[in-house]
């Protein structure tokens, strides 16, 4: 999609993809990844409009926080990147759901990329072990940083289902 702002023309890749878990043990997760050469400096925010809804046989259904969606940003996926966990709100279905009821704004990403510049400095101006696995939480979403991860160099994006229950689901 190309958009006109003030006489330039800025460059829009919306794309949307659709996930089914079943039988996610306690505490694990699911994910997909695509690999790339990014360079995010560019741009100021990123969102992402996110929707879960249990199956239609499944029982028990799922309830709001039962999972949440998990996005990592960086170089790779188990050193270098920045990790965002937002607790998902369920969607029943309904064929008369309004769009704000199928994409309710708990579950929307969208986070100021300066943001996660600045947890990298605060976590580096509170302990020396940059591998580590460093979170803050926010009201109810974590935000992480491990390792040393560049904006200006990403190499991939993984989004992963994780469940955050004591049972499988």
């Known amino acids: 999609q190309e958009l006109s702002n003030n006489g330039i023309n ?24 695509k ?6 400096r560019q741009y100021g925010e990123m969102s992402m409009f996110i929707h879960a809804e249990s199956g239609l046989k499944q029982s028990p259904q799922l309830l709001n926080g039962q999972v949440a969606a998990v996005i990592r940003i960086g170089q790779d996926f188990w050193n ?3 990790e965002i ?12 759901a309004t769009a704000e009821e199928i994409w ?11 943001d ?17 696995f460093y979170s803050e939480v926010i009201g109810d979403r974590t935000y ?14 993984l989004i992963a289902v994780e469940n955050e229950t004591e049972s499988n689901i």
């Open 144 to 157: 992480a940083v491990k390792g040393n991860p560049n904006l200006g160099e990403v190499q991939g994006f």
């Open 85 to 96: 966990k937002i607790p998902l709100e369920i969607t029943q279905f309904s064929s008369t």
């Open 116 to 132: 996660l510049v600045q947890l990298k400095i605060r976590r580096d101006s509170k302990t020396t072990n940059i591998a580590g």
């Open 104 to 114: 309710p704004d708990s579950n929307s990403l969208a986070v100021i990329l300066n």
């Open 80 to 82: 270098n990147y920045y």
């Open 35 to 40: 690999t790339l050469n990014l360079d995010l």
């Open 10 to 33: 800025l460059l829009q890749n919306e794309q949307a993809m659709s996930l089914q878990i079943n039988n996610l043990e306690k505490h694990q997760s699911r994910a997909v990844f």
